[in-house]
């Protein structure tokens, strides 16, 4: 475990583990990969200012407290214990002017495993409502045609719907006002974390998935 960071498996916890598993064979593979994109998008980005949306709960592969300006959540609770660990925490919806307006001095939003689930209209409001709120530069993933449509299904199971999306959809879905500095297939990207580097890209075998980042024209 990374950063003295201690776990305690119970029984409850591996139950679900097991479900969740049954469903999704190879979410081992899909958590790590994702998990890991945010501490690598500030380290090769050189991000500043950041504010992390629909973070949910940290993992040990996160970003340090002192490392993010804000980290956000939809739901309240996750960010309650997230506040525990010593974060400056907001519960934020992306689709909320509102809800971004509170996340003052913030320039670059860090939003993972949020994009692919959101439809069309949402994510373009999304992109839309970063825009208008002042942020200067997002970062954020999303699920490639790589993926089968038998994970499709199985992420509906869960009750996910899934949009994927190869880079040039995501710039279809572009509001006016951004631009795309770079997309970069994950297994490329993970190989920049400073952490793990070689070792963690190796596990993103299949390139479910792009990063990229956006930046005000």
Request: aromatic letters at 10%.
């Amino acid at each position: 475990m990374l950063n003295g960071w201690n776990f305690e498996m119970t029984e409850e916890i591996s139950g679900f583990v097991g479900r969740i598993k049954s469903i999704l064979d190879d979410i081992d593979a899909q958590f790590v990969t994702q998990a890991a994109l945010p501490r690598t998008a500030l380290a090769y980005w050189n991000l500043e200012d950041v504010a992390v949306l629909g973070g949910g709960t940290p993992s040990p592969l996160a970003p340090e407290p002192d490392q993010v300006r804000y980290y956000t959540d939809i739901n309240p609770v996750v960010v309650d214990e997230v506040a525990q660990l010593g974060y400056e925490t907001r519960t934020v919806d992306i689709r909320n002017p509102d809800d971004l307006n509170t996340l003052s001095g913030a320039r670059a939003a860090l939003a993972i495993g949020l994009f692919h689930f959101l439809d069309e209209d949402a994510g373009r409001q999304a992109l839309q409502n970063l825009y208008d709120t002042g942020f200067e530069q997002v970062v954020f993933n999303n699920m490639n045609r790589n993926v089968s449509h038998d994970l499709v299904e199985n992420w509906a199971k869960l009750g996910y719907v899934l949009h994927r999306r190869e880079p040039d959809e995501v710039q279809a879905l572009m509001p006016a006002g951004w631009q795309m500095d770079e997309a970069i297939k994950v297994s490329d990207f993970l190989k920049h974390n400073p952490d793990l580097g070689q070792r963690l890209s190796e596990t993103a075998t299949s390139d479910l998935h792009y990063v990229y980042l956006l930046s005000r024209v």
